[in-house]
């Protein structure tokens, strides 16, 4: 009786204890580091908007009224837009002749208050002119110019054999090179070529013209001549903030610190930054803190080292989003893919149907495998990333588990049966087993394969090594390049040889040195 009382007390205080913890964690998982609103800045993938993007981030970021994401190098016009349509990103550095022509159709006029009116039935409007204009142009090599006498577009059509590169986006653009073809009247079929490749491929005379923002820092390096557009056709194109309409509503500090970037930058001042990404490879966290007053100054800083590129401070953060991306795929890969190919060696009309659909994802080319994906979930980041690499991963291990099966001898599953055993206990107790070093094999490729592909996710902001490929790609740095690309290989070779361990506990030991 006496110890009853002093119980009860206890569990009362054990069940208070309880819920103080219970709310503790639920505080936790509301709110975060205290910051409980979400801010996500976008950015397309060449180094301009690399670095406005982030010091867009930045800029939020020190308002500290929101946990701010930056998913850089989404790729191009219509990728970022989408994005931020569907609320993926809250803003991204735009361009105001890129809204008013390749996003509104040249429906509005290209004046803030048009653009802002033809916006807002999507709920998205542009603001904070940053201070510069960044136009397109063509550009020849100096010497090659004079020798041609060519001065402005005008001149080109009277030179039919030119070889002209232009960007994939330039190409495609309502306002770039099929409008600018008709205005110009020119006879020309041209090759697309990554922006920041065009460069070296016009020094080296593989192609003759191609085409320039003119805020890129290597105009001058290059000694590029930027022809005159002489019948006015590329609009003005300002540099902005495009972003969701609520959000002067919905984080209104985070607004005001991003009100103060407006008129900030001058066309120097941005060629500068530029420079000091691409011929420099000052990183655009540098640039962005330099600007800031962060920082010191990146634009006189001396190039990092490899070593220093390699084992950057991102390092550990894209080593953990690229092995999530691997191995989170691989499983679904493996709860999908191994019943498949147990169905498929069960069953002849299931094998007809199963191997040619798993074998036809694996041939869809990445991007448009993603492109597809992010339509139909109408978002970009991890989450197509995951379903993207889950289905090219399919195909060994949907094959390896129906071969691993059917070379079992039958006269071994008719011992089991005779011994009493079901059909499932003969799968788990007898097939699966013996079959156990080919289903790992077909699970290993698929590893190994998905290490490499799951590079291509950073072109939707969903991180991993492939970060550091696509900015290497748009500044044209090989150092940058290798820093993502080494530690890609390096992983496919210790994925490799950790499931060459795995094999010496998973599989039976008789199989084994069989």
Not at 96 to 108: D, N, P, R, V, Y
Not at 361 to 374: M, V
Not at 482 to 495: Q, R, V, Y
Request: hydrophobic share 50%; net charge positive.
């Amino acid at each position: 009786m006496t110890s009853a009382r002093p119980s009860g007390v206890r569990r009362k205080l054990y069940s208070l204890h309880c819920h103080r913890v219970v709310a503790a964690f639920a505080c936790f998982a509301i709110y975060g580091n205290g910051l409980a609103a979400e801010f996500t800045v976008g950015s397309k993938r060449f180094t301009e908007s690399y670095i406005l993007g982030e010091i867009v981030a930045r800029t939020a970021r020190h308002a500290g009224e929101a946990t701010v994401t930056f998913k850089p190098g989404l790729g191009n016009t219509a990728v970022v837009f989408a994005a931020l349509r569907s609320g993926a990103i809250d803003v991204y550095p735009e361009y105001s002749g890129t809204i008013a022509f390749e996003l509104l159709g040249g429906k509005s006029g290209t004046t803030l208050v048009e653009i802002n009116r033809a916006l807002a039935p999507l709920a998205l409007a542009a603001s904070v002119p940053l201070g510069f204009s960044n136009t397109y142009a063509l550009a020849m090599a100096e010497q090659a110019a004079r020798q041609k006498d060519i001065r402005r577009i005008s001149n080109l059509a009277g030179h039919a054999g030119l070889a002209f590169g232009l960007s994939q986006e330039f190409l495609n653009r309502n306002d770039g090179w099929p409008a600018l073809k008709r205005a110009y009247g020119l006879p020309f079929s041209p090759q697309g070529l990554d922006h920041g490749l065009a460069y070296e491929a016009l020094a080296g005379g593989r192609i003759d013209v191609m085409d320039i923002y003119s805020t890129d820092a290597k105009i001058a390096r290059y000694g590029l001549r930027v022809l005159e557009d002489d019948r006015q056709f590329f609009p003005a194109y300002a540099a902005l903030l495009l972003h969701r309409a609520d959000l002067p509503q919905r984080l209104p500090k985070t607004w005001a610190a991003l009100g103060g970037l407006e008129g900030a930058i001058s066309a120097e001042r941005m060629i500068a930054m530029n420079a000091a990404a691409e011929l420099k490879s000052v990183s655009f966290v540098q640039i962005a803190d330099e600007f800031l007053g962060k920082g010191r100054a990146a634009v006189m800083a001396a190039p990092p080292s490899f070593p220093e590129r390699l084992f950057g401070e991102d390092f550990w953060r894209l080593t953990w989003q690229h092995l999530t991306l691997v191995f989170v795929s691989l499983a679904a890969s493996c709860a999908a893919g191994i019943p498949l190919g147990i169905w498929a060696a069960r069953s002849r009309a299931a094998r007809r149907v199963i191997f040619p659909v798993v074998g036809v994802l694996q041939t869809i080319p990445s991007l448009a495998l993603l492109a597809f994906l992010i339509a139909l979930l109408d978002r970009i980041g991890t989450l197509p990333a995951l379903i993207a690499l889950a289905l090219y991963g399919l195909l060994p291990i949907v094959r390896n588990t129906a071969t691993g099966l059917a070379e079992i001898k039958t006269g071994l599953k008719q011992a089991a049966a005779a011994l009493g055993l079901r059909r499932g206990a003969i799968l788990g107790l007898v097939e699966l087993p013996i079959a156990s070093r080919t289903i790992l094999a077909g699970v290993k490729t698929s590893a190994v394969i998905n290490v490499g592909t799951a590079t291509i996710a950073a072109f939707i902001g969903a991180g991993g090594y492939g970060e550091r490929i696509v900015a290497g790609l748009a500044v044209n740095d090989n150092a940058l390049l290798l820093a993502g690309a080494i530690p890609a290989a390096l992983l496919a070779i210790i994925t490799e040889a950790v499931f060459g361990g795995a094999e010496r506990w998973l599989v039976p030991a008789g199989l084994r040195e069989k």
